[in-house]
């Protein structure tokens, strides 16, 4: 199953309140925050990301450390030491290529800051998102109401 949340009002308070050179890295940490607690609701034993090493700067040793940080849950990657080419090969084996190319405005090229951290500390991170403590309870609420659950044909009924 698929669950899609509307993460738009999460974003907009994090690119007002918190410095741009670490916006993706704290949007990824609220995504795992999210994602972690739909697996906990699910009864899964971990997350499972297709990040790969060095792709991006959200990519790097220190970034994955940050973004691992608040998951309590073992975050699998099985792709991790694959290159990009790689992951395009496994992806049109699998049929997912073309899907994948579409052009799609998503929060990352909408939200990208000029000069991301590649080596975010994860204390200084802490310390940025404590400037979303006034607002970032009931937008995460808000977000957790507007999951629309899709059912893929692998699932099980």
């Known amino acids: 199953m698929l669950h899609v949340i509307n993460f738009t009002d999460i974003q907009l308070a994090i690119y007002e309140k918190c410095p741009h050179d670490e916006l993706t ?8 925050r999210i994602a972690e607690k739909l697996a906990e609701e699910n009864e899964c034993l971990g997350l499972i990301t297709g990040e790969s090493i060095g792709q ?3 990519q790097t040793m220190q ?3 940050a973004t691992n940080d608040v998951c309590t849950m073992p975050v699998y990657r099985p ?4 290159d990009k080419q790689d992951i395009i090969s496994i992806s049109e084996m699998l049929g997912t290529y073309e899907t994948s190319i579409l052009p799609y405005e998503d929060c990352c090229t909408i939200f990208v800051a000029k000069h991301p951290v590649t080596k975010p500390r994860v204390s200084v991170i802490r310390k940025s998102e404590e400037a979303l403590s006034d607002v970032i309870g009931p937008l995460m609420e808000q977000a957790f109401a507007s999951d629309e659950v899709i059912l893929c044909s692998f699932d099980r009924p």
Request: aromatic share 12%.
């Open 79 to 82: 792709v991790i030491a694959f």
């Open 56 to 58: 991006v700067a959200s």
């Open 25 to 32: 890295i704290i949007m990824r940490r609220y995504m795992m």
């Open 63 to 65: 970034s994955l450390a």
